[in-house]
């Protein structure tokens, strides 16, 4: 899981992670650059939807 906060990312993915990855969930209050995962599935929600609804 990537982070990005007020101290910056985190445990950034890689390009391999990316790539083997089946889908990015992006859980996130501001815009996420998503020319990263171009090609992949991406489900974008708000945080607290991430934190309220994780199985969904």
């Known amino acids: 899981m ?3 906060g007020s ?12 790539r083997d990855a089946d889908g ?3 859980a996130a209050d ?3 650059d998503r020319s990263r995962f ?3 599935r991406v489900l974008a929600v708000g ?3 991430g ?3 994780p199985s969904d």
């Open 2 to 4: 990537e982070t990005q």
């Open 7 to 18: 101290i910056g990312a985190e445990n950034v993915l890689s390009d391999n992670d990316v």
């Open 24 to 26: 990015i969930i992006i």
């Open 30 to 32: 501001k815009d996420v």
């Open 38 to 40: 171009v090609g992949k």
């Open 47 to 49: 945080v607290a939807e």
């Open 51 to 53: 934190i309220h609804h």
